[in-house]
């Protein structure tokens, strides 16, 4: 069982290296780094307690909308999908990406305290 | 069918509305007369203020001092050419004796000049007043054509009533018949308030006036004014709960009304009420009521009568068709000479003897009160199995007995007593019969209340193992007080009838007897302001916040990894611009979080969003060139 496990795990990771293009690596590191800090935050809640929950959880919202921006601008960047985002181009979803931020942002800071 | 139900349903509700006929509520006392009579004597400095108060002063009846000095006052005032100055000089002089007022050719020429359709009502008032006060001939006709004239135009309470008080100075001769018509229209004015009250919005003095103008053209032409008995009682009610008044207008208005009611010769309204409290016993057994008209003066030609007198509590009727006897000028009647029982009864009487009287059917409560004695006072010591026979022992009125009882829980302390009326025999039951035991070492007190039996005779029994929870276990001696009491006994009493000394089982009463602290200050309350939450301790929040931006260390080590780098940054304005844009927002957010509020942040963003987004737009245009060029 386990064998099999590690050999989709090892086999998914070479693919992952090969065929991925850098520009996707780098948004995916960007990825990785959000979803580490959203995972932190949670666990400091959990082991020391809810005590300024509107912060918690406005560093939590800030940290799950990053990584939905970033999941969003990873598919509309990557070139296999071209075919479904004719209209928008990297740039513009970029642009987006930017926008989108900044309102995460603004209700983020707002929630702060 | 159903018709004469209705019609038989109407005369039933006419005929019940007429047997609550109202009675007058306020009238004139004497003091109200009296301190009504000071106003209208205070000092006069004109001419119109003279007349308020010598006329006012005549209707009411009373004596008008120095009629030389009053005479020579409105000489002096008096202007021969204003029709107001020889109305109220003429009025005055006509209400003291021995005053004439000079009248030349040139006065009457004024004064028949002002009775034109083109003088307002007032002037027409005065003007025919004044004529007539003075002796000088005047045209009824043509005066009762101005009036008419006048009122079509002048369509107000005030006129209408001053076109009454004229009318009634013309000669008999003349024709009134619109005018009488008047009466009728303004009753048809007045506010009926509650079914008490009966006056015109315009106030006091109006309808005083109304009453005044109204009485005297009745009088004059004797033909009865249009005014139900229940109008006049209204109207009385209105007039007179007024009891200070304002201006010698006013209060010359109240006499006027007052002089009209007592002597005119249609209605008179009777005002009957008792002399002192309404209350007969065998100490005073007359019952004496005043009968007067609404002055206060007694009526001289009265019979009073009681219709029917009946009590109260049992309905039965005591008296039926007995006549009062005047008595210095106080109607009396021996009420104890019919021995009635004591409690209260309802009179009602009828005042006759002229046919103006209105409001002659009164209905009053009379009470009767006694003097009450307490007999066959029995108190014993019961043992609870019976087995032990009662020793009664018997208490008379006032004195206390001699020996103290003794009751523990196994018996039970008695006492049974009649209450009698002292001078008929008749066995009472007052509102009030409660026993009262008082601890004198600590001051309480327990009240029993007791209670009748169906032979009168009263009972109380204290049963010390069930009551023990009244006198919180408390052994001691108690004294015994008898309390009777109600609203139709003169002699309420309170007797120390005997001690008995009570012994409970537990002695589980607490060691200081606590008074029932009801209204002593209660413990302060302090308030908790909200404590803030725990906080953990600052190692570990430091601690934390290093982990938390610890994976950004990850990621640059990540991208370096991945060789990203900024070597395609072109160095055009609008990147830059865009670049200075970008981070001037994340600045923004940040002095968001510490300074400002949602307002000024949303301002500034506008701003350089703005910025931004056409340089980040130029920039990224450009890019896709580069791009597409690329490729």
Known sequence: MSNSVISVISRFLEEYTTTTPNKLKVVDAYLLYILLTGALQ????????????NSFLSGFIACVGSFILGVCLRIQINPQNKGEFLSVSPERAFADFLFAHTVLHLVVMNFIG | MDRCGLFGLFILSLALSGAQAV?????????????????????????????????????????????????????????????????FAAEASQAISGCEIPVSNETRDILLAAVSED???????????????????????????????????????????????TAARLSQQA????????????????????????????GLEATAMFVTAAYSLSDHVDIEPPLKEDQVIQLVNSIFS??????????????????????????????????????????????????????????????????????VASKSIILSQAPFTLNDGVFELNFMSSQPASGYYQFTVAVTGDNRLVANHVELKVKVSTEVAVTNMDLSVVDK???????????????KAKSSFTADSHQNFAMSFQLVDVNTGVELSPHQ?????????????????????????????????????????????????????????????????????????????????????LYVPKPEIQHLFREPEKKPPTVVSNAFTALVLSPFLLLLILWFKLGANISNFSFSPSSILFHVGHAAM??????????????????????????????GNRMLAQKAVKRTEKK
């Open chain 1, 42 to 53: 949670f666990l400091y809640c959990l082991l020391v307690g809810t005590f300024p929950f």
């Open chain 2, 586 to 615: 994340l600045g923004l957010m940040y002095v968001y979080w510490t300074h400002l509020n949602m307002f000024q942040t949303l301002k500034y963003l506008t701003i350089i969003g703005g910025v931004t987004f056409l340089a």
């Open chain 2, 23 to 87: 009675t007058p509520a306020h009238h004139l006392s004497l003091s109200d007369v009296a301190r009504l009579q000071n106003l209208l004597s205070q000092q006069f400095t004109d001419l119109e203020s003279a007349y308020y108060s010598v006329v006012g002063l005549k209707k009411l009846g009373a004596v008008i001092y120095d009629h030389k000095e009053v005479c020579q006052f409105l000489k002096s005032q008096l202007d021969p050419t204003s029709v107001d100055s020889l109305f």
């Open chain 2, 175 to 202: 024709e009134f018949g619109g005018i009488l018509e008047e009466i009728e229209d303004l009753t048809a004015r007045l506010d009926d308030l509650g079914g008490i009250y009966l006056q015109f919005e315009e």
């Open chain 2, 433 to 517: 019969t409660f026993v009262r035991l008082h601890n004198q070492k600590t001051g309480q007190e327990v009240v029993f209340v007791a209670e009748p039996d169906n032979k009168n005779l009263y009972k109380f029994e204290l049963d010390t193992a069930e009551r023990k929870s009244e006198f919180d276990s408390i052994s001691g001696t108690y004294s015994l007080y008898l309390i009777v009491g109600d609203a139709t006994l003169e002699n309420p009493i309170l007797w120390n009838v005997a001690d008995v000394v009570l012994k409970f089982v537990d002695e589980d009463a607490p060691a200081t007897i606590q008074a029932k602290t």
């Open chain 2, 119 to 165: 003088s307002t009502m007032t002037q027409i008032h005065r003007a025919v007043s004044a004529l007539s006060s003075l002796g000088l001939p005047l045209a009824s006709q043509e005066v009762v054509g101005a009036l008419t004239a006048r009122i079509n135009k002048e369509d107000n309470v005030m006129a209408i009533t001053l076109a009454l008080q």
């Open chain 2, 385 to 399: 199995d019976q087995s032990i026979g009662t020793k009664t022992t018997r208490v008379d009125y006032p004195s």
């Open chain 2, 242 to 311: 007024k009891k200070s008044w304002d201006s010698l207008a006013e209060a010359f208005s109240v006499a006027s009304a007052a002089a009209a009611l007592s002597n005119n010769h249609f209605h008179v309204p009777v005002v009957v009420s008792a002399q002192g409290p309404a209350t007969v016993s065998h100490s005073q057994p007359t019952l004496q009521l005043l009968v007067t008209d609404v002055m206060s003066q007694p009526l001289a030609s009265a019979n009073v009568l009681v219709e029917s007198a009946y009590a």
